[in-house]
DNA sequence: CGCCATTTTGAGTAACTTCAAACTATGTGG
DNA sequence: CCACATAGTTTGAAGTTACTCAAAATGGCG
């Protein structure tokens, strides 16, 4: 059940049997399906519980008065889509559905709980935490200087790396769920622009991208075309591992 | 010492004197003096303490190898720059003086003990590190959607908001430490744009800068301008207050 | 007073947007 | 299983925002 959760938290944790079961069965208390393009909670709701995604795709976002949208962060099967956010009033985002989308509601007392009944776990929860926050500074660096080009290439390699990281991405590829909309939104361009970014990246050979599947044939020059390296996601061991979680 | 930190922790949770107590001791256990311009602590770097601001302006900002930089935060008097990131093995980003900072160095083990000592401050600090993240969430909104104009208005306003919560700013105005430069990497324009920006909002009577000087005529009118609402900075208390910290 | 950093101005340009339409998948009901 | 509707992708052309380069003006500071 929380297995992509296990598999990602054990980049830096190394969990014991009892943390690892105290994972799945918060992670089997109440499941809940989202449809695709369905919301799972909305900007201005107030947050409940903690959303563990279990299978699927969905985002983060944020949106104007006047409809401009920006998608802050793309959530894949093993995310915590709002740890501890449950403290707050209310959602300052909407998180949305991808694809069809199956996750864990964890309730926070729950949550908390398996924070405070291991340390290995408060620490891999705390560590996920920080992972998120590094990549949601990425993506305003990556929205604040990068060139059309070398946006898409980033956000290419970082999907890619990530689905890896919990193993869903086999060999030189992985699927891509979202559309060139929601690419736009993400990247902070316009539908056309991302058609002819890809189209660029195409003619380049790093990758082909056909319905939702994407393949990439050249991980190397695709990570140089983007400015990509992956240690801002924090994947190699090394850290202090202690913590605590409100 | 901890004065501009306990102000804000206000704005969320009831600090008992203990709870102050302990806050002021952790900010006062080591002092470090910052020279505008020089770096607290850079990408790569091994982070070994809580980073605290006491005084002065500093920044957070990520680099590319060809020098484009983007400014991802600044810090106020009572920021803590990086709350638990002592976990991580390095830096993913640095952090820079803006001004001439004081800033406390609290010790990881102190800082956890702190927490774990009183479940309010874990709270407390578990709510700040969640506006933090909306911030940061706002930031990419803002450089990803809106336009030059907008953001600038938009950075400005929340430049004053956050003064104000921890009683820095007085009436109309406040403090604009960073350069234009400085500017334009935070808001991912160029200085140029930038200057002229600036010059449109003046000629707008929306606000006046001369120096360090900001002054704010018409919040309102400046809100508006950068589609800035203030509720992505969660300053009114109305959470559940339980927490844990790694 | 003179230096250096910062701000301001001007002119030409590039990157990306907008609008509008055509084309291509995907899925639905008959 | 086809016909149709709808969502998504692709193309073209024109427009706009913001960038670059370069130089002048201003201001802070020793």
Redesign the pocket.
């Known amino acids: 059940m929380a297995a992509y959760l296990i598999r990602k938290l054990e980049h830096f944790a190394v969990l014991s049997d009892d943390d690892k079961r105290a994972l799945q069965l918060a992670a089997s208390y109440r499941i809940r399906h989202v449809a695709a393009?369905e919301d799972v909670i909305r900007e201005g709701d107030k947050p409940r519980h903690v959303n563990l995604m279990l299978e699927g795709y969905a985002c983060r976002s944020k949106s104007l008065e006047d409809g401009r949208r920006q998608i802050v962060a793309f959530f894949i099967p093993g995310d915590i889509c709002d740890a501890c956010m449950f403290m707050l009033k209310q959602m300052d985002h909407s998180i949305g559905a991808l694809s069809a989308v199956k996750l864990a509601e964890i309730p926070g007392e729950m949550f908390l709980d398996m924070a405070r009944n291991s340390p290995v776990i408060a620490a891999a929860l705390a560590w996920n935490a920080l992972v998120e926050e590094a990549i949601a500074r990425e993506w305003t660096l990556n929205v604040g200087q990068?060139?059309?080009?070398e946006?898409m290439a980033h956000l290419l390699c970082e999907f890619f790396v990530r689905l890896q990281a919990v193993g869903l991405a086999s060999g030189g590829g992985c699927e891509l769920p979202m559309?060139?909309?929601?690419?736009?939104d993400a990247l902070?361009?316009?539908?056309?622009?991302?058609?002819?970014?890809?189209?660029e990246l195409r003619a380049n050979h790093l990758i082909t991208?056909r319905?939702?599947t994407l393949v990439i044939h050249d991980l190397p020059a695709l990570q140089e075309a983007g400015l990509f390296s992956p240690t801002y996601l924090h994947l190699e061991r090394g850290g202090h591992q202690s913590a605590v979680v409100v």
């Open positions: 393009r990068r060139s059309a080009y946006r559309t060139q909309a929601e690419l736009a902070g361009l316009s539908t056309v622009h991302v058609n002819r970014t890809l189209q991208l319905g939702k």
